[in-house]
Every structure is written in structure tokens, then in C-alpha cells.
């Protein structure tokens, strides 16, 4: 936690200055230098925070454990390790309440999303529905295959796609998230599918570094161009 906390306060000062140095015009007119440098401190700290789902309810002592810490930090009010442990405890509280209402929101949509029509369901809670059916063959779990896709957020914003980086790509089934996997078996060459994710078959309580936050439920557009199996693959290493 201590680590966390002295990147977190590092950022800030690296942030803090840059915005310092870019504040310009009537705005920058109203403060002296050394003002704006405090509030650009204050206005990144809290959107940190923000970011962390972590409230202030006195903002006057937030004032004066910086002040303690940068004047005196010998009589500072708590010593450094019950300050990380409070704040840890609040960190922590942050995060199962966003988790707890992340699985909500999720249980919510995929409620919602299984009544709408053409939305197929299958045992293990993958959801999809056909956008175009293919003619070819269909994959099992030890192919490689070749796919143009999208990956995006239940609230529409996207965060991955092959046609971006002039796809489409090739990867083995059984190295990739579950749901993805299972879906991809139930197409054909040629065919489209859109398939909703549940986070239990795809980055789970972890998430994905910061691409894909913790119980989130992924929306994948999937074109299965062709199948290539690792036999295939050897013939062409001979």
C-alpha cells in the first residue's frame, strides 16, 4: 500500500506541474504561481480519489494532514502506518462497492438483454445472437482461427478491435477468454455473431490491467474469416 501511495503522490506532483506551467490567460491572471500550483494539486488529488470511488468528508483536515506531513511530519496527528492502514481500509471499502455494483449493473443487463429478440442463451450464461450465418466449417477448442472483431463496453464504448489495426487476426481458441472460445465453436466460416459476455467468462474480479475493469460484462462482434488448425500450421513451419 505504501508503494501505492507514493506512485499516486509522485503522479500528482509530475501532473501538477505540467498543469501549472500550461495555465494561461484571464484563469491564470487571478492566482499567483505558487496558488495555482496548490490548486492544481488539490483538483488532481481529488480526481484520483474520484477515480477510486473514495469520498472526503472533511476537507479542512485534508488541509492539514498535507500541511502536518510537509512541515512537521514528526507531529503529525497519526503515524505513517495508520495512516496507510486507514487508508487501505477505505481503499479496499471503495473497491467492494464498486464491485458489488458492478455486479449489479451487469445482472441487471443481461437480464434485460436475454427477453430481447433473437438473443440466444447458452448453459454456461454466454448470450449472442446471429448477425450473419456462415457456410463453412466450424471450429473446435485446439483450432487456430482467423477473426475480424470489436470488443466494447456494455454502454457501447469500445476498447479493442481488429479492424483498427487492419485485421484480421489469428489466435488459438484455447488461448483466449472462455466466452470468446465458446462462441467462436458455435460459428461457421463466414458467419457474424455478436456475443455478450458475462465477466465470469472473461476477466472476472481481476479485470484486464486498465483496458478492462473488475465484473465486467464485454461485447464482442466476431466475423469468423476462416480456420486454421496446428496441423496446418506445423505444414507450413516444414
Given at each position: 500500500?505504501?508503494?501505492?501511495?507514493?506512485?499516486?503522490?509522485?503522479?500528482?506532483?509530475?501532473?501538477?506541474?505540467?498543469?501549472?506551467?500550461?495555465?494561461?490567460?484571464?484563469?491564470?491572471?487571478?492566482?499567483?504561481?505558487?496558488?495555482?500550483?496548490?490548486?492544481?494539486?488539490?483538483?488532481?488529488?481529488?480526481?484520483?480519489?474520484?477515480?477510486?470511488?473514495?469520498?472526503?468528508?472533511?476537507?479542512?483536515?485534508?488541509?492539514?494532514?498535507?500541511?502536518?506531513?510537509?512541515?512537521?511530519?514528526?507531529?503529525?496527528?497519526?503515524?505513517?502506518?495508520?495512516?496507510?492502514?486507514?487508508?487501505?481500509?477505505?481503499?479496499?471499502?471503495?473497491?467492494?462497492?464498486?464491485?458489488?455494483?458492478?455486479?449489479?449493473?451487469?445482472?441487471?443487463?443481461?437480464?434485460?438483454?436475454?427477453?430481447?429478440?433473437?438473443?440466444?442463451?447458452?448453459?454456461?450464461?454466454?448470450?449472442?445472437?446471429?448477425?450473419?450465418?456462415?457456410?463453412?466449417?466450424?471450429?473446435?477448442?485446439?483450432?487456430?482461427?482467423?477473426v475480424n472483431y470489436e470488443g466494447s463496453f456494455i454502454d457501447g464504448s469500445l476498447?479493442?478491435?481488429?479492424?483498427?489495426?487492419?485485421?484480421?487476426?489469428?489466435?488459438?481458441?484455447?488461448?483466449?477468454?472462455?466466452?470468446?472460445?465458446?462462441?467462436?465453436?458455435?460459428?461457421?466460416?463466414?458467419?457474424?455473431?455478436?456475443?455478450?459476455?458475462?465477466?465470469?467468462?472473461?476477466?472476472?474480479?481481476?479485470?484486464?490491467?486498465?483496458?478492462?475493469?473488475?465484473?465486467?460484462?464485454?461485447?464482442?462482434?466476431?466475423?469468423?474469416?476462416?480456420?486454421?488448425?496446428?496441423?496446418?500450421?506445423?505444414?507450413?513451419?516444414?
Amino acid at each position: 500500500m505504501k508503494k501505492v501511495i507514493g506512485v499516486l503522490l509522485v503522479s500528482l506532483c509530475v501532473a501538477a506541474l505540467s498543469y501549472a506551467s500550461g495555465v494561461a490567460g484571464d484563469a491564470a491572471e487571478k492566482y499567483s504561481s505558487d496558488v495555482q500550483l496548490s490548486y492544481a494539486f488539490g483538483m488532481l488529488f481529488g480526481s484520483q480519489l474520484e477515480e477510486l470511488g473514495i469520498s472526503i468528508a472533511n476537507y479542512t483536515a485534508v488541509a492539514e494532514g498535507m500541511r502536518d506531513m510537509l512541515e512537521n511530519s514528526a507531529a503529525t496527528r497519526l503515524s505513517w502506518n495508520d495512516a496507510a492502514t486507514k487508508m487501505q481500509i477505505a481503499y479496499m471499502e471503495a473497491m467492494e462497492k464498486r464491485a458489488a455494483e458492478s455486479m449489479a449493473r451487469e445482472a441487471q443487463f443481461l437480464e434485460e438483454n436475454s427477453k430481447r429478440p433473437g438473443i440466444l442463451t447458452t448453459a454456461s450464461g454466454l448470450q449472442y445472437e446471429v448477425i450473419v450465418e456462415g457456410t463453412g466449417r466450424t471450429p473446435v477448442l485446439v483450432d487456430t482461427v482467423a477473426v475480424n472483431y470489436e470488443g466494447s463496453f456494455i454502454d457501447g464504448s469500445l476498447f479493442d478491435s481488429s479492424y483498427e489495426r487492419g485485421g484480421p487476426e489469428e489466435f488459438p481458441l484455447d488461448m483466449i477468454i472462455q466466452g470468446l472460445a465458446e462462441g467462436i465453436q458455435l460459428m461457421s466460416e463466414g458467419a457474424t455473431y455478436r456475443f455478450f459476455i458475462p465477466s465470469q467468462l472473461a476477466y472476472g474480479s481481476a479485470g484486464a490491467s486498465d483496458m478492462v475493469p473488475p465484473y465486467s460484462t464485454l461485447v464482442f462482434q466476431v466475423e469468423l474469416v476462416s480456420i486454421l488448425s496446428y496441423e496446418a500450421d506445423d505444414t507450413v513451419q516444414e
